[in-house]
């Protein structure tokens, strides 16, 4: 279908999600800074590819090694650029320190610096293909919580654009559709930045699975009415009691399927739990640019001088949520102590 990011020991080649749906353009990033800008400006999006994408650009950093430079130097300059490019997806510092890890394991049996390098780029790519192998077992696992005749609402875009593989949450529905069980697929357009509407859509126009996009603010009649089955949504960071954080919107979605008895389905891998927060509270959650509220393909949709609250996230809280679905299989409440990272 498209290959979202691929890297070939020199360089990162990366679908520009910005331009989808319209134009399907490769951006060739070069070094630890350019991976950090595509992280940060969202050419790359979705917590296991920002995470794959912070390994490349950490794979980079011994690439163009200055004389004055130590190993050592380059690539915690790196880590530092790529570490601060977004806040909230824990993969992204799951990346940073499965690079750490094999970057000091390298320094330690003595490596040259092409022995260095190789072990970054064997290591990243370890990570690639590790991330795919937990979306391939949670679209699995996850289709096997949807019903026959199911229809299931989404938000925001969690599928191969997201994650390497076919996706968490829309790996499931994917899955399900497969599987005959999915009769249509509502999608969240997931304002301010409509990675539903461009990305999910796109995704499942081009497998021919019916869908609908609707207004975020539709999913609410749409329910109340009876005609979803199930919403599953992915997961940027899970804090230790299982508090969740996502895309903004999905805390009303949460809270809308706990109203009305429904599912609520959170599907991730355990690159995104982060054993070290213990709830919600501590996740940090990103404020984006003002203009991305203001601003629609260009044009202000607000009145010159409007001011705009732009959080990327919301944190739902994990009593709301019917069951995780991880690489390890489905766990439903008490979810504490039962999923290890
Ligand atoms: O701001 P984004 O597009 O990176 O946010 C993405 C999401 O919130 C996804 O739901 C999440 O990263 C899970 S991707 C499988």
Same mark, same amino acid.
């Given at each position: 279908? $498209? ?11 990366? =679908? +520009?999600?910005?331009? =989808? &749906? ?8 070069? !070094? ?15 917590? &296991? ?10 794979? =980079? ?6 004389? +004055? ?14 570490? %601060? ?7 992204? $510092? ?18 040259? =610096? ?17 991330? *795919? ?13 949807? &019903?026959?005749?199911?229809? #299931?609402?989404?938000?925001?875009? %969690? ?17 399900? $559709? ?13 304002? &301010? ?6 990305? !999910? ?23 109340? /009415?009876?005609?979803? +089955? /199930? #919403? ?10 299982? +508090? ?23 599907? /991730?891998? *355990? ?21 991305? #509220? ?14 705009? $609250?732009?959080?990327?996230?919301? #944190? ?26």
């Amino acid at each position: 279908m $498209f290959e979202a990011i691929s890297f070939n020991g020199s360089s990162i080649s990366l =679908l +520009d999600q910005r331009a =989808l &749906p319209q134009q399907a353009s490769y951006l060739t990033l070069k !070094t630890p800074k350019e991976a950090a800008w595509a992280i940060h400006a969202m050419a790359v999006r979705g917590a &296991p590819m920002i995470g794959v994408t912070a390994a490349f650009g950490m794979a =980079l950093s011994l690439r163009d090694l200055r004389e +004055d430079e130590s190993l050592e130097q380059a690539f915690q300059n790196a880590k530092q650029q790529i570490h %601060t490019s977004r806040p909230t997806a824990k993969n992204l $510092f799951f990346a940073l320190h499965a690079m750490e890890d094999a970057f000091q394991e390298a320094l330690r049996e003595g490596l040259s =610096l092409k022995g260095a390098q190789e072990r970054l780029n064997a290591r990243a790519l370890a990570l690639f293909r590790e991330e *795919t192998q937990r979306s391939e077992a949670i679209a699995r696992f996850g289709a096997g919580l949807i &019903p026959t005749g199911a229809r #299931v609402l989404t938000h925001c875009n %969690t599928g191969s654009l997201a994650v390497p593989g076919p996706g968490t949450a829309l790996g499931a529905i994917k899955e399900a $559709f497969a599987q005959g069980k999915v009769k249509e697929v509502y999608v969240d357009e997931t304002r &301010p930045l409509l990675q539903g509407s461009r990305l !999910t859509a796109f995704e499942l126009s081009s497998l021919n699975i019916p869908y609908k996009v609707i207004a975020d603010s539709a999913a609410a009649g749409l329910i109340e /009415a009876g005609k979803v +089955d /199930a #919403v599953l949504v992915g997961a940027d960071r899970i804090a230790k009691n299982g +508090d969740t954080a996502n895309k903004v919107g999905t805390l009303m979605l949460a809270r809308l399927c706990a109203v009305h008895g429904l599912p609520f389905f959170v599907l /991730a891998p *355990t690159s995104t739990i982060d054993p070290d927060i213990e709830d919600g509270s501590g996740i940090p959650i990103e404020e984006r640019n003002e203009a991305e #509220v203001l601003m629609l393909s260009g044009t202000l949709v607000a009145p010159p001088g409007a001011r705009a $609250f732009n959080p990327a996230f919301d #944190v739902t809280p994990a009593g709301l949520i019917c069951a995780f679905v991880t690489e390890q299989g489905v766990f439903q409440p008490p979810f504490l102590g039962s999923i290890s990272e």
